[in-house]
T-cell receptor
């Protein structure tokens, strides 16, 4: 069964450093998303991406965040200058149609020290 | 001040019993709803979905009920098993063919604990 994959599973970084979180969505899906989940809290939407551009973004997704689809398979989330409060699980998701089920990856745990 | 995490409601059931998990959604215009299951250390896993033109939908051992009048969703799990132990989230989408790409708005979650 096809699945969304994410790397790394755990990323530890120093405050102020840049991180890139990587995702490989399901191959025939066209809509891509990033969500985050701070420990013990609910999952929060960050950004959606379609046709090589951002469709929608939340208030959390400020100028420190960017997304890219550098090739036909990868979808990345970059945080330019990490802050302590960026520590969270980051989930990538993809959807075939954009209005149906979203399939989630296993997540990357980001720890900012 | 220091922020604290949400205290998750917990439902504890005996193996074999039926479970009912409730959720209040926020936007009366939302037209698509999904229940996700999240096991510790994993991403949300799709369980069942329902569109706003339906009141009830059944899957394998699971049933979702939608009450649009009071903006309420419930997930019923029949014959609950230890493997059902997880946090369950409802999520809503306001689909907009002209704009929104279906961003999920998650509820707070309920922790289901199944006792063998």
């Amino acid at each position: 069964e096809p699945e969304v994959t994410q790397t790394p599973s755990h990323q530890v970084t120093q405050m102020g450093q840049e991180v890139i979180l990587r995702c490989v969505p399901i191959s025939n899906h066209l809509y891509f998303y990033w969500y985050r989940q701070i420990l013990g809290q609910k999952v929060e939407f960050l950004v959606s991406f379609y046709n090589n551009e951002i469709s929608e973004k939340s208030e959390i997704f400020d100028d420190q965040f960017s997304v890219e689809r550098p090739d036909g398979s990868n979808f990345t989330l970059k945080i330019r200058s990490t802050k302590l409060e960026d520590s969270a699980m980051y989930f990538c998701a993809s959807s075939e149609t954009g209005i149906g089920e979203q399939f989630f990856g296993p997540g990357t745990r980001l720890t900012v020290l | 001040g220091e922020s604290v995490g949400l205290h998750l409601p917990t439902l504890s059931v005996q193996e074999g019993d039926n479970s009912i998990i409730n959720c209040a959604y926020s936007n009366s215009a939302s037209d698509y709803f999904i229940w996700y299951k999240q096991e510790s250390g994993k991403g949300p896993q799709f369980i069942i979905d329902i569109r706003s033109n339906m009141d009830k939908r059944q899957g394998q051992r699971v049933t979702v009920l939608l009450n649009k009048t009071v903006k309420h969703l419930s997930l019923q799990i029949a014959a609950t098993q230890p493997g059902d132990s997880a946090v369950y989230f409802c999520a809503e989408i306001l689909t907009n063919y002209g704009g929104s790409q279906g961003n999920l708005i998650f509820g707070k979650g309920t922790k289901l604990s199944v006792k063998p």
